[in-house]
């Protein structure tokens, strides 16, 4: 029931699963980036190996993430986020025992499928499980205290991946996950939306995945040329068209018409993606800033902690510590930037935040071989941070406030996928236009070049961004039309990997019956 408060027993405990089983699946999209020179030498993997490594579990996650947030409501968000966590820890059994970089691969997809079940879960509970007027400070515990997690993350990465081995990171997480199972079986209540009916549009998510599968497949393995050239033009042109039916799916199911099989309209699946939170053209504006955007740091922070290891001769754990500023200093001044894009709305802090992100991504492309910490890379990572403090609290917020009220949940949820999937296109399409290719990982030279190179490009995407920023968001986007500003949502830390998932807010889910 949504009763619980924040400051008693049950209240803790909820918060101690949820915070526990998202940071799981967020650690695991970060920590695995220290541990690729390793698992690259002992799996015989090339460039194209480790995309692979980053990305299966990106399009899995980014593919399946919407249709995830509808099963927990319909069958109960404590039951799916278990079946994530669960799913989640024996993918991690996997790929810790990979014996090749295939198995790793796949086994990666998988972990993506768990985390799709349990990260929207994650947030759900906390909103349908808390009392009203406790729910912004659960929110913000629960996101600051998985900005905590983000911040020791790839330490404990790199420690592990000295001490124990690469395996390890990803073994860490099984006795994590009995910890999640055995507290939210036994603290956490059920809730379910008592008015979702309708299909489940598998279709659209696998439409979805299939899309860009086919066009990951094409950006990564054609510069490479070690795949057939039909193949690899098979995929893309199957990306493509997945993408185009999967709109055209949406948009049918949008409308409520009855598909072949159904007799009615309500059996007609529900679309995973309605089209018409595009309707606003702000909304539109900001998924497309956040696409540029978040394809520049999804290279960086793949090739950064590869470049430090491979070219800068870096511990793991030195390594893994690097972007520790970045974390800090997220943590510490997102609310603020809130505050500051609600006084003079969200244009031109966005814009100014993104220009000096670009400037930091500048300075990172000096990082190579013999570069001091304190004179080259501190440097870089604050003027970095700081940039990236700016933008990310305004940027989620003005997502929320342009969209249709009702559609809130989606439109975060269509937000944080625009987000991954951006990182995945942009991680398999730009180390191989720089250069980074076959064994450059193995060639700090050659390696330096192309990461020189990669990081020039993305602070040009970055660039793009603020540009387009200043061109399409204005300075009332925060401002709902009844005249109330929008309060940003990251109230103590917002995420690098993507935008902070928000659920649906205008209802308070029904307790299940003889729920805990």
Same mark, same amino acid.
């Given at each position: 029931?949504?009763?619980?408060?924040?400051?008693?027993?049950?209240?803790?405990?909820?918060?101690?699963?949820?915070? $526990?089983?998202?940071?799981?699946?967020?650690?695991?999209?970060?920590?695995?980036?220290?541990?690729?020179?390793?698992?690259?030498?002992?799996?015989?993997?090339?460039?194209?190996?480790?995309?692979?490594?980053?990305?299966?579990?990106?399009?899995?996650?980014?593919?399946?993430?919407?249709?995830?947030?509808?099963?927990?409501?319909?069958?109960?968000?404590?039951?799916?986020?278990?079946? !994530?966590?669960?799913?989640?820890?024996?993918?991690?059994?996997?790929?810790?025992?990979?014996?090749?970089? !295939?198995?790793?691969? %796949?086994?990666?997809?998988?972990?993506?499928?768990?985390?799709? $079940? $349990?990260?929207?879960?994650?947030?759900?509970? =906390?909103?349908?499980?808390?009392?009203?007027?406790?729910?912004?400070?659960?929110?913000?515990?629960?996101?600051?205290? !998985?900005?905590?997690?983000?911040?020791?993350?790839? *330490?404990?990465?790199?420690?592990?991946? &000295?001490?124990?081995?690469?395996?390890?990171?990803?073994?860490?997480?099984?006795?994590?996950?009995?910890?999640?199972?055995?507290?939210?079986?036994?603290?956490?209540?059920?809730?379910?939306?008592?008015?979702?009916?309708?299909? *489940?549009?598998?279709?659209?998510?696998?439409?979805?995945?299939?899309?860009?599968?086919?066009?990951?497949?094409?950006?990564?393995?054609?510069?490479?040329?070690?795949?057939?050239?039909?193949?690899?033009?098979?995929?893309?042109?199957?990306?493509?068209?997945?993408?185009?039916?999967? /709109?055209?799916?949406?948009?049918?199911?949008?409308?409520?018409?009855?598909?072949?099989?159904?007799?009615?309209?309500? &059996?007609?699946?529900?679309?995973?993606?309605?089209? &018409?939170?595009?309707?606003?053209?702000?909304?539109?504006?900001?998924?497309?800033?956040?696409?540029?955007?978040?394809?520049?740091?999804?290279?960086?922070?793949?090739? *950064?902690?590869?470049?430090?290891?491979?070219?800068?001769?870096?511990?793991?754990?030195?390594?893994?510590?690097?972007?520790?500023?970045?974390?800090?200093?997220?943590?510490?001044?997102?609310?603020?930037?809130?505050?500051?894009?609600?006084? =003079?709305?969200?244009? $031109?802090?966005?814009?100014?935040?993104?220009?000096?992100?670009?400037?930091?991504?500048?300075?990172?492309?000096?990082?190579?071989?013999?570069?001091?910490? %304190?004179?080259?890379?501190?440097?870089?990572?604050?003027?970095?941070?700081?940039?990236?403090?700016?933008?990310?609290?305004?940027?989620?917020?003005?997502?929320?406030? @342009?969209?249709?009220?009702?559609?809130?949940?989606?439109?975060?949820?269509?937000?944080?996928?625009?987000?991954?999937?951006?990182?995945?296109?942009?991680?398999?399409?730009?180390?191989?236009?720089?250069?980074?290719?076959?064994?450059?990982?193995?060639?700090?030279?050659? *390696?330096?070049?192309?990461?020189?190179?990669?990081?020039? =490009?993305?602070?040009?995407?970055?660039?793009?961004?603020?540009?387009?920023?200043?061109? @399409?968001?204005?300075?009332?986007?925060?401002?709902?039309?009844?005249?109330?500003?929008?309060?940003?949502? +990251?109230?103590?830390? +917002?995420? /690098?990997?993507?935008?902070?998932?928000?659920?649906?807010?205008?209802?308070?889910?029904?307790?299940?019956?003889?729920? %805990?």
């Amino acid at each position: 029931m949504a009763d619980v408060r924040l400051s008693t027993g049950p209240g803790r405990w909820i918060l101690l699963a949820t915070v $526990l089983g998202s940071s799981v699946a967020m650690l695991d999209a970060t920590v695995v980036n220290v541990a690729l020179p390793r698992l690259a030498r002992d799996l015989d993997a090339d460039m194209a190996g480790l995309q692979w490594t980053v990305n299966a579990y990106t399009l899995t996650l980014a593919g399946f993430i919407l249709l995830g947030g509808s099963l927990g409501d319909r069958y109960g968000r404590r039951r799916i986020f278990l079946v !994530g966590v669960v799913w989640f820890a024996v993918a991690s059994v996997l790929c810790g025992a990979a014996q090749d970089v !295939g198995m790793l691969v %796949a086994s990666r997809a998988l972990q993506g499928v768990g985390g799709a $079940l $349990l990260t929207p879960g994650s947030l759900a509970i =906390i909103q349908a499980s808390f009392a009203a007027d406790d729910r912004p400070r659960a929110v913000g515990a629960w996101s600051g205290l !998985g900005g905590v997690a983000g911040a020791v993350g790839p *330490f404990a990465g790199g420690w592990l991946v &000295e001490a124990a081995g690469w395996r390890w990171v990803f073994l860490l997480n099984v006795p994590l996950a009995v910890i999640v199972v055995l507290v939210a079986v036994r603290h956490v209540p059920e809730s379910l939306d008592p008015g979702a009916h309708g299909r *489940f549009d598998v279709l659209g998510a696998a439409l979805a995945a299939l899309a860009l599968a086919g066009t990951t497949y094409a950006l990564t393995e054609a510069p490479a040329g070690t795949t057939a050239p039909a193949l690899v033009g098979a995929a893309a042109v199957a990306g493509v068209a997945a993408a185009v039916v999967f /709109v055209l799916v949406e948009r049918s199911r949008g409308k409520g018409r009855r598909l072949p099989g159904t007799r009615s309209r309500r &059996e007609a699946p529900q679309p995973m993606l309605p089209l &018409e939170v595009f309707a606003s053209r702000q909304f539109s504006a900001v998924n497309v800033v956040t696409f540029v955007v978040y394809g520049g740091m999804g290279v960086m922070f793949f090739l *950064f902690v590869l470049n430090l290891q491979v070219v800068g001769g870096f511990s793991p754990i030195a390594a893994g510590t690097a972007l520790l500023p970045v974390t800090a200093l997220m943590l510490l001044l997102s609310a603020r930037a809130g505050a500051v894009a609600q006084k =003079i709305g969200p244009r $031109l802090p966005m814009t100014a935040g993104l220009l000096v992100a670009a400037g930091g991504m500048v300075l990172v492309s000096r990082i190579g071989k013999d570069a001091s910490y %304190a004179w080259t890379i501190l440097p870089a990572v604050i003027v970095f941070g700081l940039g990236l403090a700016a933008v990310v609290a305004p940027l989620t917020a003005t997502v929320l406030a @342009t969209a249709d009220e009702r559609h809130a949940g989606v439109a975060s949820g269509v937000n944080n996928a625009v987000a991954r999937a951006a990182g995945l296109l942009a991680v398999a399409a730009i180390p191989p236009l720089a250069g980074l290719t076959g064994d450059a990982y193995d060639d700090p030279g050659d *390696f330096s070049g192309g990461f020189r190179l990669a990081m020039v =490009i993305c602070a040009a995407l970055l660039a793009a961004g603020a540009v387009l920023s200043f061109l @399409t968001v204005g300075d009332d986007a925060l401002r709902a039309p009844g005249g109330e500003v929008t309060e940003p949502q +990251c109230k103590s830390h +917002c995420g /690098v990997g993507a935008p902070q998932l928000q659920p649906e807010a205008e209802t308070v889910p029904a307790p299940r019956a003889g729920a %805990a």
